[in-house]
């Protein structure tokens, strides 16, 4: 069984703000890297259907301008997540004021987050 801790998210986002999305996982996701995550993926929605009843964009209440991000966070294991998340909560870059040239690019009221245990890994 994998010893791995995964936390995940999708978010909404402008769907003309790939690039700004881009920039900023750029600059954050490097703050997660130093305290002790092993891997992160930041996904932009290329082929994302609406279904009838739910789907990616109702999940973050999606507006008809807005597409989803996808992304996730792999960690050696969970006491290696918690560590990490304190010291990252407790950065002075990851403050909203010094975010200077590089804000938010999307609605982090809207996305839907959580920590995962790993019990299927495939490798190829």
Do not use: C
């Not at 999708?10 to 891997?39: C, Q, S, W």
């Not at 290329?46 to 964009?57: A, C, R, S, W, Y």
């Not at 807005?66 to 290696?80: G, L, Q, R, Y």
């Amino acid at each position: 069984m994998p010893s791995s801790y995964v936390d995940g998210f999708v978010l909404p986002a402008p769907a003309n703000g790939k690039d700004a999305f881009t920039d900023f996982a750029g600059t954050y996701d490097a703050i997660f890297m130093e305290y002790g995550a092993a891997r992160i993926i930041e996904a932009w929605g290329d082929d994302v259907p609406h279904g009838k009843q739910t789907d990616f964009f109702r999940a973050v209440q999606a507006k008809d301008d807005e597409n989803v991000a996808f992304s996730w966070i792999e960690w050696p294991d969970k006491a290696a997540r918690d560590a990490g998340n304190k010291n990252v909560m407790a950065d002075p870059r990851m403050d909203p004021a010094s975010q200077g040239d590089t804000p938010m690019p999307f609605d982090g009221q809207r996305m839907i987050y959580g920590g995962f245990i790993p019990v299927v890994e495939l490798r190829a």
